[in-house]
């Protein structure tokens, strides 16, 4: 039988301590439970703030992440297996904890810098547009706004994989509620089709309906007018992860 060799004390006191900062980061999003569902059923309410409040989207970033971080370690030892079929039990296991480990830094990172430079491209959009509002205010309700696409649809896509639903476990980038998924032949046939297919995903559709709402809101804007900054930010948005995705593909 293999010999199980665990992690040396400092890497076993490293996860205790990122899994006491999970466990921690649920006792906010608990005490934000009303808020959190009537972003969804009452929206033009929900996102109304008097005071900013970034710890709960905080905390619901790194909470978002860890389903994620859960598949990229059993993706890390999926393309390590060859070289781990005949290794002790000890270096899967490490594997799949590093792997793990990475992943929840790398997309609670991920999650935390979309939010912040959505808001700051919307807020600066929104004031060349001639509205005047504090960028805590705003960076809140973007926040917020944000439940569907960083809750719902990580919690979605991970039931999906876990169940083989998803072709995740084979390619990374393609989320089963993209648009890609739904038209697989499309994105697959069609250059430079799949690229936009993959990018465009139905949960942050629902979450950029709430930012409009939430903008309005926060800069006093007409409907319209708040639909018109948010497209602008979500065009330029997709344009250049499209554009990164292909410079990526190509190199």
């Not at 665990?6 to 808020?35: E, M, N, S, T």
């Not at 808001?119 to 547009?129: G, M, N, Q, Y």
């Not at 018109?228 to 554009?243: N, R």
Request: positive net charge; glycine residues 8%.
């Amino acid at each position: 039988m293999d010999s199980l060799i665990l992690p040396k004390w400092p890497f076993i006191l490293g996860l205790l301590a990122l899994g006491a900062c999970f466990a921690l980061c649920l006792v906010p999003l608990y005490r934000r439970r009303a808020r959190l569902g009537q972003v969804l059923l009452d929206p033009a309410r929900a996102l109304h703030f008097s005071q900013p409040d970034w710890f709960g989207p905080f905390c619901m970033a790194w909470v978002a992440a860890l389903p994620l971080a859960a598949l990229q370690g059993q993706y890390a030892v999926q393309r390590l297996v060859g070289a781990l079929a005949n290794a002790p039990t000890g270096p899967q296991v490490s594997v799949l904890i590093l792997g793990a480990l990475f992943g929840l830094v790398f997309y609670a990172g991920i999650y935390l810098g979309t939010w912040l430079i959505r808001t700051t491209l919307i807020w600066l959009l929104a004031r060349a547009s001639g509205g005047r509002a504090p960028f805590a205010v705003l960076l809140t309700t973007v926040g917020y706004a944000s439940v569907p696409e960083y809750l719902l649809g990580t919690l979605v896509m991970a039931a999906a994989t876990t169940f083989q639903f998803s072709p995740l476990a084979a390619s990374p980038t393609v989320l089963i509620t993209s648009l890609a998924a739904f038209w697989p032949q499309l994105a697959a046939t069609v250059p430079g089709v799949g690229v936009f297919l993959e990018e465009i995903e139905l949960f942050a559709l629902w979450s950029l309906v709430l930012t409009i709402i939430g903008t309005q809101g926060v800069f006093n804007f007409s409907r319209w007018q708040a639909a018109a900054v948010v497209l602008v930010y979500w065009l330029a948005a997709l344009l250049a992860s499209a554009y990164f995705t292909l410079a990526v593909a190509q190199a």
